[in-house]
């Protein structure tokens, strides 16, 4: 596993890369989507949807991951949102976590508007299923 500080901007990912940040509010746009994500401070080259996980207490947890601006809602500050798969709960700000990215998906896009946000965003999610090849549950972190 490759440490995203000494990776910088990556277009196929070869190695996973591991970044550790700290847990912020957002503005809610993924909950308001049906996609609640968590948000972590990041100052990272890495940019794009990935296949990833989230580590909270002992446990990793599968994710969409984005990381980069978010054009369709004319916001050009970076993030990085992780939204967890088969997962209910809330992460709490301030916490440290550790996000594994495993494979790039797609370049960040701006959409039309909103439900072509969120047609995406379901692809995505479809995406990282078959690539887990999960087969449903609930996963609960404490």
Same mark, same amino acid.
């Given at each position: ?5 000494? @990776? ?15 847990? %912020? ?7 308001? #989507? !049906? ?9 990272? *080259?890495?940019? !794009?949807?990935?296949?990833?996980? /989230?580590?909270? !207490?002992?446990?990793?947890? $599968?994710?969409? =991951? ?7 809602? $004319?916001?050009?500050? %970076?993030?990085? +949102? %992780?939204? =967890?798969?088969?997962?209910?709960? +809330?992460?709490?700000?301030? =916490? ?16 039309? *508007? #909103?439900? +072509? ?16 090849? @999960? $087969?449903?549950?609930? /996963?609960?972190?404490?």
């Amino acid at each position: 596993m490759v440490a995203a500080d000494s @990776l910088g901007y990556i277009e196929a990912m070869s190695k996973e890369v591991l970044i550790k940040g700290v847990v %912020v509010s957002g503005r809610k746009l993924g909950t308001k #989507l !049906g996609f609640p994500t968590v948000n972590v401070v990041y100052k990272g *080259d890495i940019k !794009g949807v990935f296949v990833g996980e /989230i580590l909270l !207490g002992n446990e990793w947890a $599968q994710a969409v =991951i984005h990381i980069g601006k978010k054009p369709t809602i $004319q916001d050009d500050e %970076v993030s990085l +949102e %992780v939204h =967890i798969l088969n997962w209910s709960g +809330e992460v709490k700000e301030g =916490i440290n976590v550790s996000v594994k990215l495993s494979e790039k998906i797609r370049d960040t896009k701006k959409f039309e *508007d #909103l439900e +072509e946000l969120k047609k995406a965003i379901e692809k995505d999610v479809e995406f990282v299923r078959n690539w887990y090849n @999960l $087969q449903g549950g609930v /996963i609960k972190i404490k």
